[in-house]
């Protein structure tokens, strides 16, 4: 079998909002077409017509290869020597950053088309499996602009979260720092008083997660601030500082009552590896496309549970990702909670309506994915739709 063809999808929400912290108003869409008629498909969490031009882009030499060119006429089984080709052929503009985030949705289509041509499900490929179900988390973020609004509904969102069978929520709190989101603007008391409510909606038996979207100034900040957070019974704080500030990380990490998570941003092992033994986090947390894909996000996942770190990947993306998700997490003994945006309590249309055959929890669990890839498909109108939006606004 060969590749044929690599399409991207650019894919833009109506009426996005620049001041919102949510990159699920955009999305590029990768599908790899091969001479047997199989396709895979991937996505990836970055600007997506920066992923575009990441693979279509021709390169001149050979340390800076296009990914796109150096996958027509390979063989799309051997999934793991395409990731190591891909990386090193494009390493001179790569190594990190977008081209390893579009390398990302590309690796996710391959293990999707790998699973289709062996007929087995992603995780069957990616190992043996640790678990009969996953356990998703409900990421919850109002979309509104004043502070009471914000705190009501995130818990009347975390009661509806719980209602609906989750077992964990998380609250994004961001009132301060250079993500508040939606422009608000709040002391750091008021996100006490949110998680009170939250934990407090939730009742005892729920996991409650905090993310804080890198909002404390310096560690000092963010060490008084979640001392007061400590009855709360957090499950992890994330992304407390700057992913630069490692040496902050390594403070926060070792004085924090609460366990700290970070690297939704970071990509490949190489950076994760510094945040895990520079930063001294507790809970790691790959984003599937944007660390390198499946192969890539499976070997944070292994290096951390060497150094005895949890796993709970970063995801803000569609069905898609949520598949790759729970394909890792089957095999990921040291994963306890994949995030998960609910389709129903999601602002983003494009969240909603992009796949068909979503995964689907059952009782506060997703049962194992059965179908062979990653066993998702796309809503061919949503895509048309989607794609003609950001058509139109590139002009
Ligand atoms: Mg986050």
């Known amino acids: 079998m060969r590749i044929t063809a690599v399409d991207c999808h650019v894919l833009v929400q109506p009426a996005f909002d620049t001041t919102a912290a949510s990159s699920a108003q955009d999305d590029i869409v990768v599908e790899i077409h091969t001479d047997e008629g199989i396709t895979g498909i991937g996505e990836t969490d970055v600007n997506p017509w920066i992923a575009r031009a990441c693979i279509e882009a021709p ?12 996958l027509i006429g390979a063989d799309p089984l051997d999934v793991e020597g395409l990731w190591q080709r891909l990386y090193v052929g494009s390493a001179m503009n790569g190594r990190r950053g977008a081209v390893v985030n579009a390398i990302g949705a590309l690796d996710m289509a391959l293990h999707d088309l790998r699973g289709k041509a062996l007929g087995k499900p992603c995780h069957a490929l990616l190992g043996t499996a640790c678990r009969e179900s996953i356990t998703p988390y409900a990421s919850l973020q109002p979309e509104v602009d004043n502070f009471e609004d914000y705190r009501d509904s995130m818990i009347d969102w975390a009661r509806r979260a719980v209602a609906a069978g989750f077992r964990a929520v998380k609250a994004e709190v961001t009132l301060e720092g250079p993500y508040a989101h939606n422009g608000l603007r709040e002391p750091w008391e008021r996100s006490t ?23 404390f100034p310096d560690a000092d900040t963010a060490l008084r601030v979640i001392a007061d957070w400590r009855d709360f019974d957090l499950y992890f704080v994330e992304t407390p500082l700057w992913p630069d500030d490692l040496e902050g990380y390594a403070k926060v990490s070792a004085r924090s009552p609460i366990p700290i998570a970070a690297g939704e941003w970071l990509t490949t092992r190489f950076e994760l590896l510094d945040l895990m033994d520079r930063g001294g986090v507790q809970v790691v947390q790959p984003d599937i496309g944007r660390v390198g894909g499946l192969t890539e996000a499976l070997r944070v996942c292994e290096l951390a549970g060497e150094r005895g770190l949890r796993i709970v990947p970063h995801l803000w993306k569609t069905g898609i990702s949520i ?3 729970a394909h890792l997490a089957a095999v990921t003994p040291n994963c306890d909670y994949i995030e998960f945006l609910p389709s129903d309590l999601s602002a983003s249309g494009l ?25 998702i498909e796309l809503d061919r109108d949503a895509l048309e739709r989607y794609a003609a939006e950001a058509a139109a606004l590139a002009g």
């Not at 390169?59 to 150096?70: A, F, I, P, Q, S």
């Open 323 to 325: 598949a790759a998700a």
């Open 351 to 375: 969240r909603k309506d992009l796949t068909s055959d979503e995964l689907e929890m059952v009782d506060g669990v997703i049962p194992l994915p059965q179908r062979p890839g990653l066993g």
């Open 193 to 215: 008083e949110v998680l009170a409510g939250v934990r407090g909606a939730v009742g005892p038996d729920v996991a409650v997660l905090v993310d804080v979207q890198y909002a």
């Open 59 to 70: 390169g001149t030499h050979n340390m800076g290869l296009g990914l796109r060119e150096m």
